[in-house]
């Protein structure tokens, strides 16, 4: 499939909507508005895979999701962070972490 | 995750419509709020759908990943429930275990006795033989007159020219061996002389070593043995450096060329094999006569037996038509070698296993009665748990799982009850049952077991569930329900089920009453020989040290006037067999001075040859004339003795005494044969239901043989002069080994051996199945009487005396006995039919069985409901009326 994304996007789409979803339960709208908001638009995010992701994760017992009512009271799919999404989302954070200082360092004048 | 309550799994088109819905709602959302910010709706959508990307592969992806988890979650479900299934009905039945235990040791009976059985029956019966393709291999059997099936030297050679569809043929024959080790004892061994191809037709390769080439059956090879590999490991250690050593057999050396892999005692169990080396005499037409060898023949891979069957038989009419004096009224077949060893065991073996199936079947209907019973006892239950919102095939599922928990934990307490059970029962198994002693417990034993287990544990879950699930559930809780309609019809099964069980344990009981019967009738045969205090064993003098009758002759007077003078022989005495040693040697005769016959026509008896105190020492009387005496030896006129039932037939109008008959042996070019002296009594020599051989005696002196068997009546018990005996044997001559020491009752029972085991088989059988039929009689009477306590306190109050209650009951244990009798009866009639054939002396039909049986469970019955009833009639009618 030409549009899948590649695995580095993939698995940096896992850690952000594991990162969304720490806010608390939300439904998928959401998680992409988020998401979307704290990037400021710098990475071209699309809906399709996040969606998969939700559904990956969901797959991987890393979130939980139920049917309840939105905000304008339409009936939509929830999630929400399973104790070990948040384990994942912990590792995953620490992984990026270290990742990026690694890159800084490198880039940084000497 | 832990769920409390179960969400109903997602079908397919449910995922769909899921898929759709939170897509939709995504692009509604944003649509939404795009119009909000001032933008057209068409334009909005298409932004939406834009920012979406490829939202027909996500629905796919999602919609598949969602099929996944949907699968995983039923799965885990599946898990849980089973799960708390099994820890509910662990805990369900330690909660009653009375239950339990009397269902758990029910099944175990019945399923271990029916795996020993058929473990027994497996390697007897069905287990293929230890030989590559071994369908291919048939026996050559001749019948002549109706009697044999044994073969001559010729035979072979005319089947080995002629025959088209066969790879090869084999003769074999009994072989013993005196094996003679330096520090060892000598050893009487069996074995089995055979064709050099032998092994070859088999297809078995040897452990060690090689088989018998080409030619070493020729009289001029070398002397070859193949040692078998139990043999090896017991007398030499295993060691393959045995291989190319000479051993001293039959005070010949021979050279161990082999070693034979273990289980291959085909045939006679034998332990060694050395080959057949026939004379030039032997194989020419003049041995055409003498038939005593066994035939084997491969049948070509490809060839379809019937076909092979069909030549055999043919091969047989060209050569009668080349030598038809010889082959008069003889006749060729070929059967399957397995079913020629099987034999006549079939029917005995396939009885015993209806038996233990029939076991197996009243232990079922127990277990199925106790769990009615506890159905009934937890209707309320049920009915709480449909209430609470548990669907009918939960429940049905947490009965089966119940059941099934029962019926493994009985089919595992049951294969440990068969692993001692087949201990026993290989034990107590005639020696000459064939391959008893490799049966064991094997996998295809373990899956019949496992397969009934798994019946069984479904069928009772299944009945319960069903008897339960088709009453009204809600009235059942409403009520507690006495007196209801399933309530009624429960009972009806019950009563039905222990009906025919009693019907069972009748059929059970005539054909175990039948045989016992039968047995007794065996064993109240007079054998025509006192088998008390009389000790026996026997030596084989090997032809290269005793090479002339005078010495086997002097080694005889001296072994038994030895044997007589040890303290505590009374008598002793030589002869060539003893009664029911499964030997016996018939021999045309002539009786000079009558009319001359043909030698095909020529009657034949049975030949024994024995010292002047043999009948002394078995107790057979002296009817006429004299017995032998010392004085008829080698230069003495030859005489003979004959028995009762020679005279009947050969001489019944005329003086046996004073007649003399050659028989058809020529010793040293001296024919056999003497002057009738003595009659003496009638001896069963073959078996106790057999009729009785014309027998005809000659004195050891006259007629001495090599194999000889010592008899000593003793006063104390026989046993006891056993090491004296072996001692004078040992004296004589420190090679002979001496073989099939025993006792002459030993004897007799041994030959009795197959007609004890199948009544003991029976009779256990048919006691375990009285004992599971009366145990199921008191549980259902029992349990009337505590569902009537109502009615019986009515009973009482309106004036019914304890008597009268008590006969109630037991009436009622007594009416559901006679139909279970009665129809058990009918059954028994066409079964004893089937047992006909084993019987001996007893009518299949034997009006004492069939009453005695009758009579004996009416009596059962009526104890086994005495219990209850007197509990019924003890109801005090207050307490049994309050107590609603």
């Not at chain 2, 019945?110 to 291999?137: C, E, H």
Request: glycine share 8%.
């Amino acid at each position: 499939m030409a549009s899948e994304p590649m695995d580095l996007l993939q698995g940096t789409l896992d850690v952000l909507v594991l990162r969304a979803l720490r806010l608390g339960p939300m439904h998928g709208y959401a998680v992409s508005r988020w998401i979307r908001e704290r990037t400021d638009g710098v990475l071209e995010i699309e809906d399709a895979p996040l969606y998969k992701a939700l559904h990956r994760l969901e797959q991987a017992g890393h979130v939980a999701a139920e049917w309840g009512f939105s905000e304008n009271n339409r009936r939509a799919r929830f999630y929400r962070l399973t104790p070990d999404g948040r384990r994942q989302l912990k590792d995953e954070e620490a992984a990026w972490r270290r990742y990026a200082a690694a890159v800084f360092k490198v880039l940084e004048p000497a | 995750m832990r769920r409390f309550f179960q969400l109903p799994w997602r079908t397919r088109q449910q995922i769909r419509a899921d898929v759709d819905d939170e897509l939709s709602f995504h692009l509604d959302m944003r649509i939404d709020a795009l119009v909000a910010s001032g933008m057209s709706r068409d334009a909005a959508r298409a932004q939406a759908i834009r920012e979406f990307g490829d939202i027909d592969d996500a629905r796919r992806y999602i919609r598949a990943v969602d099929h996944d988890i949907e699968a995983a979650r039923r799965r885990s479900d599946y898990m849980n429930d089973l799960r708390s299934d099994i820890v509910y009905a662990v805990r369900k039945l330690r909660g009653s275990p009375m239950f339990t235990l009397t269902a758990v040791l029910t099944l175990a009976l019945g399923i271990g006795a029916n795996t020993a059985i058929f473990s027994v029956v497996n390697g007897v019966l069905l287990k293929p033989l230890p030989f590559p393709q071994q369908d291919r291999l048939v026996r050559i059997q001749f019948r002549q007159q109706g009697h044999g099936d044994a073969s001559t030297p010729p035979d072979l050679a005319d089947f080995r020219t002629r025959a088209r569809g066969f790879d090869g043929f084999s003769h074999f024959e009994g072989y013993t061996a005196n094996l003679v080790r330096e520090h060892a004892e000598p050893e009487r061994l069996v074995g089995a002389e055979v064709s050099a191809n032998w092994f070859s037709l088999l297809r078995v390769r040897p452990l060690h070593g090689r088989f018998f080439s080409v030619g070493e059956d020729s009289p001029s090879a070398p002397q070859v043995v193949v040692l078998s590999e139990p043999l090896w490991r017991r007398d030499f250690a295993a060691d393959p450096a045995i291989v190319g050593k000479q051993l001293q057999i039959n005070a010949q050396l021979m050279t161990v060329v082999g070693i034979a892999p273990d289980g291959q005692g085909y045939p006679m169990s034998a332990e060694l094999w050395v080959p057949t080396r026939f004379s030039a005499r032997d194989l020419s037409d003049a041995t055409r006569g003498a038939r005593w060898l066994g035939m084997l023949g491969r049948v070509k891979d490809g060839m379809p037996l019937e076909t092979a069957k069909a030549e055999v038989e043919g091969i047989e009419k060209q050569m009668e038509g080349l030598f038809p004096e010889q082959f008069k009224e003889r006749r060729a077949r070929a059967i399957q070698l397995q079913t020629a060893i099987v034999g006549d065991l079939q029917r005995p073996l396939y009885v015993i296993m209806a038996a233990v199936a029939v076991v197996l079947l009243i232990a079922c209907a127990n277990v199925a009665n106790l769990m009615l019973v506890r159905a009934t006892a937890r209707e309320s239950e049920m009915a709480i748990r449909t209430a609470l919102g548990a669907g009918r095939s939960r429940l049905v599922r947490q009965l089966v799982t119940e059941s099934m928990l029962l019926s493994i934990v009985g089919a595992a307490a049951g294969v440990a009850f068969a692993k001692w059970g087949m201990g026993v029962l290989i034990a107590m198994a005639p020696a000459d049952l064939p391959r008893v002693k490799t049966a064991a417990i094997d996998g295809t034993a373990l899956a019949v077991t496992a397969g009934a287990a798994l019946v069984i544990g479904l069928l009772f879950g299944v009945l319960p569930a069903v008897q339960t699930s088709a009453g009204d559930l809600a009235n059942a809780l409403r009520a507690g329900a006495r007196g209801a309609r399933t309530r009624r019809q429960a009972n009806r099964t019950k009563r039905f089920i222990v009906a025919a069980e009693v019907a069972l344990a009748v059929t059970l009981l005539t054909g175990a009453g039948l045989l016992i019967r039968s047995f007794r009738e065996l064993m109240a045969v007079n054998p025509g020989f006192q088998p008390d205090h009389i000790m026996t064993m026997r030596v084989l003098l090997p032809g290269k040290t005793y090479d002339t009758l005078p010495k086997i002759a002097s080694f005889a007077r001296q072994l038994e006037s030895r044997a007589a003078a040890l303290p505590g022989v009374r008598a002793a005495a030589l002869g060539n067999a003893v009664p029911l040693d499964g030997t016996s040697f018939w021999l045309t005769f002539v009786v000079r001075g009558s009319a001359p016959v043909r030698p095909s026509d020529q009657p034949s008896a049975s030949i024994r040859t024995v010292t002047p105190n043999y009948f002394t020492v078995l107790g057979t009387p002296l009817l006429r004339g004299r017995a032998f005496a010392a004085d008829d030896r080698v230069n003495a006129p030859r005489v003979a003795i004959v028995n009762q039932t020679f005279v009947k037939r050969f001489m019944a109008n005329e003086d046996p005494i004073g007649k003399y008959v050659e028989i058809g042996w020529t010793i040293d070019g001296v024919r056999q044969g003497g002057q009738i002296v003595g009659v003496v009594g009638d001896v069963r020599d073959d078996a106790l239901n057999a009729d009785v051989d014309p027998t005809f005696y000659l004195p050891f002196d006259q007629t001495p043989v090599e194999g000889i068997v010592i008899t000593a009546r003793t006063a104390a018990p026989p046993a006891s002069i056993t090491s004296a005996l072996r001692g004078v044997v040992r004296d004589l001559d420190p090679t002979l080994p001496v073989y099939d020491v025993q006792t002459m009752e030993q004897h007799v029972a041994a030959s009795v051996s197959r007609q004890r085991f199948y009544a003991t088989l029976l009779g256990v059988f048919a006691t375990v199945a009285l004992v599971l039929a009366a145990v199921g009689l008191y549980g259902v009477i029992a349990y009337a009487v505590s569902q009537r306590t109502h009615e019986l306190g009515v009973r009482v109050a309106l004036g019914a005396t304890g008597t009268r209650i008590s006969r109630m009951v037991i009436g009622e244990g007594v009416i559901l006995t006679a139909a279970g009798v009665l129809v058990g009866l009918v059954a028994s009639l066409g079964g004893a039919r089937i047992i006909a054939k084993l019987l001996y002396n007893v009518k299949s039909s034997d009006p004492v069985t069939f009453v005695g049986v009758a009579l004996l469970l009416g009596v059962v019955a009526a104890c086994a409901s005495y219990i209850p009833a007197r509990r019924a009639a003890r109801v005090d009618p207050l307490v049994a009326m309050r107590g609603d």
